[in-house]
């Protein structure tokens, strides 16, 4: 199996295994608050409905209304600002899902803009990725050289060290911004600057909801976005060097697969022709031909032994054992030359005319 097939169901049972152990992790982290909280709401809820004496129909409208009034309660989210944001959450793939379009208009453009969009971002991210991948290779170089060590060139390896602590650099920084101004934890920070820049973007954490943030803190505000942008040009540079690196590999098994047949193929000699071989049995359309130079006769491969010649002094020459028995035997007895030539040219001739024969019928049953 070749090594380029082998890696790939490596990756497939990798990623599998990787989603199994994820699962089992999250049902023991998880599956017991899930149960507990849930527990809590219900008791809070039948609560409020015996204390206020809310009938059940009043309480799910209340309900409904409390869920969808929540993305309006501290921020107006469609003026120029709040879409800008929205803009870059739908183009970057975050999707938070904090708010979303109601209207039927709002709706279709939204899958249009998306549409056209989020390749036109994903290009522009991977294209400042490389610059960037550019930059930090020629900063490394010179580096070297002012510190005069004696190997200059910068490996895809380092470039992944560097931007890995980039991206590092970027999460922590960010974080401790989001906590200053959003009042969370820096656990919860951290959590959303990591969730925001991986594009998973689950929504439970958004900036820029509190307090009108976008119209009463416009510096934040652009700070978020350029978080947000330079971020992602970052982690696609990052993921730039790794699929190269996966790429290199796989490039580097192909031509060594490709040299080892190109070898092969050199010292390999093809059959053109009927062959018959020593066990009677027939290869048609074979013929021996040198893969090198190409040569004009073409050499006739036969282990059989049908064949006969005469030396210039009427000697008769076979391969055949039987007439080398033969000859072995006139010999003991004597025999001169001319009566053993004779002796041997008529078998040999019906030994041939037979064999012809045969081969004629093998060939028209093949």
């Known amino acids: 199996m070749k090594r380029q097939n082998v890696r790939t169901l490596s990756l497939i049972v990798c990623t599998f295994t990787y989603l199994l152990i994820g699962a089992a992790v999250f049902d023991a982290l998880e599956s017991e608050y899930e149960l507990e909280n849930k527990r809590r709401l219900l008791e809070e809820e039948d609560e409020i409905l015996t204390r206020y004496n809310i009938s059940d129909s009043d309480f799910k409208a209340i309900r ?40 039927v208009g709002g709706k279709l453009f939204c899958m249009s803009y998306a549409l056209a969009g989020i390749p036109l971002c994903m290009i522009m991210f991977q294209s400042v990725g490389e610059r960037l991948n550019t930059f930090v290779t020629f900063a490394l170089r010179q580096i070297k050289k002012c510190f005069r060590l004696k190997n200059t060139e910068v490996s895809q390896t380092d470039l992944i060290f560097i931007t890995m602590n980039l991206s590092t650099i970027i999460l922590t920084c960010g974080a401790l911004v989001f906590s200053h101004v959003e009042g969370w934890t820096y656990v919860d920070a951290f959590y959303y600057s990591f969730i925001t820049l991986t594009t998973i973007g689950f929504g439970d954490f958004v900036a820029l909801q509190q307090d009108n943030m976008v ?152």
């Open 64 to 103: 409904h209304n409390v869920i969808w009034s929540r993305p309006y309660q501290h921020v107006t989210q469609w003026k120029f600002g709040g879409a800008l944001y929205l803009s870059l959450v739908v183009v970057a793939a975050i999707g938070y899902g904090h708010s979303t379009p109601k209207t």
């Open 215 to 366: 119209q009463s803190k416009p510096h934040y505000f652009a700070f978020s976005i350029l978080f947000i942008l330079f971020g992602l040009t970052v982690i696609s540079a990052a993921m730039n060097l790794l699929v190269l690196r996966f790429l290199t590999m796989n490039t580097a098994d192909e031509l060594r697969d490709e040299r080892e047949a190109a070898v092969a193929a050199r010292n390999a000699v093809r059959l053109e022709g009927d062959v018959i071989t020593g066990n009677n049995g027939v290869v048609s359309n074979l013929q021996e031909q040198p893969t090198g130079p190409i040569v004009e006769d073409t050499l006739s491969v036969c282990s059989c032994s049908c064949y006969k010649w005469r030396s210039p002094r009427d000697k008769v020459y076979s391969t055949s054992p039987m007439v080398n028995q033969m000859r072995r035997k006139f010999k003991s007895k004597g025999m001169n030359n001319q009566e053993y030539s004779k002796d041997v040219e008529s078998m040999v001739s019906e030994d041939t005319d037979s064999f012809i024969n045969w081969q004629r019928d093998k060939r028209a049953s093949l």
